[in-house]
């Protein structure tokens, strides 16, 4: 990964550690989104929430889908809210929303449990 992407994921995962650390697990996704949104500014980045984006079948356009924050239009962010084991499923959406949209690298958060649970995943 190239240095400025990885300190880009760097910067955004600890914006996710400071919004669990103060709101801790058990919330809904959206208020989650929302508290990152507010992190993300305040460390000086752009991003884009709800981004849609088509999903091409042999070159005809068949769906969209829409990430939850595309982040300095280079990393998306997929938060989730769910106590337990994440199935892996999460881990499968979120490879192909980085297939469909030509970006890189995502980030999976999942805020539902006692620790902030993230994972980096590249294509």
């Not at 300190?7 to 801790?24: E, F, R, S």
């Not at 999460?90 to 999942?110: D, E, M, P, R, V």
Request: glycine letters at 6%.
């Amino acid at each position: 990964m190239e240095p400025e992407k990885d300190k880009l994921t760097q910067i955004i995962i600890g914006c996710c550690y400071d919004v669990h650390n103060q709101l801790g697990p058990g919330f809904l996704e959206k208020i989650y989104v929302n508290a990152l949104k507010i992190k993300l500014q305040q460390a000086g980045l752009t991003y884009v929430a709800e981004k849609e984006f088509n999903v091409r079948f042999e070159n005809l356009i068949v769906g969209k889908f829409r990430c939850d924050l595309l982040v300095e239009d280079k990393i998306i962010v997929e938060l989730k809210s769910v106590t337990g084991y994440q199935p892996k499923l999460f881990q499968s959406q979120l490879i192909s929303y980085l297939k469909a949209s030509k970006i890189k690298t995502g980030l999976l958060i999942n805020f539902g449990n006692s620790s902030c649970e993230v994972k980096r995943l590249s294509v």
